[in-house]
Nanobody, 116 residues
């Protein structure tokens, strides 16, 4: 099983990034997918989640209106479009999968740094 995140980097406040998470080794389409993040000295927190059907997405209050989660089941990939980035969005972003069998998988994380 692999979840491989990409798309992180260093951006200035107000800019955008698009994270991708490519999944393999398990059945992606019925899996619940989500993005978490962990800033230095803080606990890992849920950023956004998308169920297998793609509807009823949910977001942390801190990112509502700025971030959008989406998935492409044909490509076994989940995305996180991040707009109007703020310094407080700086963190390592992790992709998480909850399989239909109830198994949780995590990616290795991708660093997002927002700084002027």
């Amino acid at each position: 099983v692999q979840l491989v995140e990409s798309g992180g980097g260093l951006v200035q406040p107000g800019e955008s990034l698009r994270l991708s998470c490519a999944a393999s080794g398990f059945t992606f389409s019925p899996s619940h997918m989500s993005w978490y993040r962990q800033a230095p000295g803080k606990e890992r927190e849920l950023v956004a989640a998308i169920p297998r059907g793609g509807g009823n997405t949910n977001y942390a209050n801190s990112v509502k209106g700025r971030f959008t989660i989406s998935r492409d089941n044909a490509k076994n990939t989940v995305y996180l479009q991040m707009n109007s980035l703020k310094p407080e969005d700086t963190a390592v972003y992790y992709c998480r999968a909850l399989s239909i069998m109830g198994t949780v998988y995590w990616g290795q994380g991708t660093q997002v740094t927002v700084s002027s």
